[in-house]
């Protein structure tokens, strides 16, 4: 029995599709630089069929432009952003058992 070309194209493709933990890398490296072709080609096929890559892909640009601009809004020393005593406490306790388990 002979395979169509759409299988022949299922094999071509599989054979050169990354996994999310590698496109993930790219997704978080193509924020710092431009990646070359070949990464630029496994990264737009992978998303093209994984939801989940995608929607971490439009985080992590969200993400960049939030921090953007606080960067731009927040540029010279008299930025009066802290943080509240309370949430300091919480976090610090969380940390001190996390450096705990370890």
Request: proline share 1%.
């Amino acid at each position: 029995m002979s395979k169509g070309p759409g299988y022949r194209m299922m094999v071509f493709m599989s054979k050169r599709m990354i996994a999310c933990d590698k496109a993930g890398y790219l997704i978080s490296l193509n924020q710092d630089k431009k990646l070359g072709m070949k990464e630029w080609w496994q990264l737009k096929m992978h998303l093209l069929t994984c939801h989940l890559c995608r929607k971490y892909s439009k985080q992590i640009s969200q993400l960049s432009v939030v921090i953007d601009q606080y960067k731009h809004n927040c540029a010279d020393e008299s930025c009066q952003h802290t943080l509240e005593e309370h949430s300091r406490i919480k976090i610090q306790g969380v940390l001190d058992k996390e450096l705990e388990k370890n």
